[in-house]
């Protein structure tokens, strides 16, 4: 049996840099725990923040914490807040932010595994907050899976 589930879920403001936030606990969506296969999405609903993969909601090394000083570091290289922008009514700080933001994307999809998101064992998910006061953040997460039934036992991959 196919289900979607969504939820949307607020975060407390954060100063700017990498943070590890947004791995889902089966605490935080005990819903997922009910999906056997199948995919997450996360869409973070801001221009000014990100998602992806390699590094805000991030996926990447989380064990050290000097890799989310070292990002930020080196996005703060990549879009300066001293380059000669047009865009500058929202602040010093707001147009690299979207540059940022736009770098990094501001969605990713994880697997789900057996009620799981199938992360690797150095993966999390970050917030990337590019802004000095970015404030409140939302995302929206949707899950589309086949649901576990009562017996069914473990989970049957076939693979190619």
Not at 106 to 132: F, Y
Not at 145 to 160: D, I, M, P
């Amino acid at each position: 049996m196919t289900a979607w589930f969504q939820k949307t879920v607020s975060l407390t403001a954060k100063r700017r840099g990498c943070h590890l936030k947004l791995t889902p606990s089966p605490a935080q969506i005990p819903e997922l725990r009910e999906f056997k296969i199948g995919l997450a999405h996360f869409l973070l609903q801001h221009t000014s923040a990100s998602l992806a993969h390699s590094c805000l909601l991030f996926l990447g090394p989380h064990v050290d914490p000097d890799v989310r000083v070292d990002m930020e570091m080196m996005l703060n290289r990549i879009a300066p807040e001293n380059a000669p922008y047009t865009h500058t009514m929202e602040g010093s700080d707001d147009m690299p932010a979207h540059v940022k933001s736009s770098l990094m994307g501001v969605s990713i999809n994880v697997p789900i595994t057996n009620g799981k998101l199938a992360l690797g064992t150095w993966q999390g998910i970050w917030l990337g907050e590019h802004r000095d006061r970015g404030g409140s953040r939302t995302y929206v997460t949707l899950f589309f899976s086949c649901l576990r039934q009562e017996g069914a036992g473990e989970l049957n991959v076939r693979r190619y």
